[in-house]
């Protein structure tokens, strides 16, 4: 009887921990895991076709196709050869980068400017010189090539793009680019 009492004891005990779900467990588990993919990916990871975990980077790097002649101030280089676009921010029909997503920006732009000539060019953010690059040949019969770097903190949405910020910029294409990433 006593054997009998404790076999009914054990299996009204095992019956009741077999009630306790799991499921409560496995749902915070799937909320939190939810969590860290939705923040993975606003951080610009995400799962590749291999199933790994991806960085994708923000990066662009063109190049002017054809010389410019007597682009006036305020003008817009348009560098439309695109040697990369990660992250498809730059548009090379209008040469404005816009920012796919805010954080630290490093922008480089090289210019040529023609023999005896000028071509004074500034980073231009949403329509402010931000950093500029005084380019000019002088008298010489030679070109001059000169180079900037900018780094920039800048918002979603922020456009970017290489303007002339004084007199008339004549730039030959041959080695003038735009080029840039976010760290």
Request: proline share 1%; with cysteine; hydrophobic share 40%.
């Amino acid at each position: 009887m006593l054997l009998a009492l404790a076999f009914l004891w054990l299996s009204v005990f095992w019956a009741q921990c077999e009630k306790v779900s799991q499921k409560p467990g496995l749902k915070l588990f799937r909320e939190d895991y939810k969590s860290v993919q939705e923040t993975c990916i606003a951080v610009g990871f995400v799962k590749n076709s291999c199933g790994n975990d991806t960085k994708i980077g923000i990066a662009f790097d063109a190049r002017l196709g054809k010389s410019i002649r007597n682009l006036a101030t305020k003008g817009r280089v348009v560098f439309d050869t695109v040697n990369l676009n990660q992250g498809l921010g730059y548009d090379a029909s209008t040469g404005v980068f816009t920012v796919p997503s805010g954080g630290i920006y490093v922008f480089e732009w090289t210019v040529l400017a023609w023999q005896g000539l000028e071509g004074h060019t500034a980073l231009t953010v949403n329509d402010q010189f931000k950093s500029w690059n005084h380019c000019h040949s002088g008298k010489s019969n030679n070109f001059r090539s000169c180079s900037k770097m900018g780094v920039m903190k800048l918002q979603k949405g922020d456009k970017v793009w290489i303007a002339v910020f004084n007199g008339s910029a004549n730039i030959y294409n041959t080695y003038t680019s735009f080029s840039g990433f976010k760290l």
